[in-house]
């Protein structure tokens, strides 16, 4: 059985900082493009930045650009969100997940359709 497991989230003062984990079990997914989604209480789920198999290319929603930076390390089968500059709206619970497969277009990336693991989510409360 697959499962993604997510930590490094915690309470933070805004314009701190906190770096996520995602640690896949069951099997790697070391060739598929991985994604970090969040969801805020009363959102929906929405997406905040994917990295593809080789970390070549990295997709970011706008309003973490410049402030979050997501990375991979395929020897450990770990994907980083490095996240900087917090503030009070980026208060959510945390996902990973893994893309179902390669796409050729990158824009899919951008929606929960792509993805088919998911992890049980990490909350992260950024204080004002």
């Known amino acids: 059985q697959v499962h993604l497991v997510e930590s490094g989230g915690g309470l933070v003062q805004a314009g701190g900082s906190l770096r996520l984990s995602c640690a896949p079990s069951?099997?790697?997914?070391?060739?598929?493009?991985m994604g970090w989604f969040r969801q805020a209480p009363g959102k929906e789920r929405e997406f905040v930045a994917a990295?593809?198999?080789?970390?070549?290319?990295?997709y970011y929603v706008d309003s973490v650009k410049g402030r979050f930076t997501i990375s991979r390390d395929n020897t450990k089968n770990t994907v980083y969100l490095q996240m900087n500059s917090l503030k009070p709206e980026d208060t959510a619970v945390y996902y990973c997940a893994a893309a179902r497969r390669q796409y050729s277009s990158g824009s899919i990336y951008y929606t929960a359709t792509a993805y088919a693991y998911w992890g049980q989510g990490t909350q992260v409360t950024v204080s004002s």
């Open positions: 990295i593809s198999w080789s970390g070549g290319n990295t």
């Open positions: 069951g099997r790697t997914f070391s060739s598929v493009t």
